[in-house]
């Protein structure tokens, strides 16, 4: 991989996830995020992306619904955002 996996700004993780099908196995695989966030983190949420996009997939294509409303999304990323936010700054954000 050319690019870093983990370079996440705003909504930009989920447009990467969504445009590169791989990505989450890549992710899965990738050295350097097993290093820094450890090879149990980087499987938890391999696996739940994984998992959340094929449930979006079955979605689109007519099966069950989402099982996340979408409240329930806007508030993940905003956590999600406050996290990256916050290490950065080394300080605690609020989540909106």
Excluded: C, W
């Excluded at 791989?22 to 090879?39: C, I, K, S, T």
């Excluded at 079955?58 to 990323?77: C, L």
């Amino acid at each position: 991989m050319d690019q870093p996996v983990l370079a996440l700004e705003g909504d930009g993780f989920l447009e990467m996830f969504l445009r590169e099908p791989g990505l989450v196995a890549e992710l899965h695989r990738d050295p350097v995020a097993r290093q820094a966030f450890g090879a149990e983190v980087v499987d938890h949420y391999t696996n739940m992306g994984r998992t959340e996009l094929e449930a979006f997939a079955r979605a689109a294509e007519g099966g069950p619904p989402y099982p996340i409303t979408t409240q329930e999304v806007i508030h993940g990323a905003a956590v999600t955002e406050a996290i990256i936010k916050s290490a950065a700054a080394g300080k605690t954000k609020k989540v909106a």
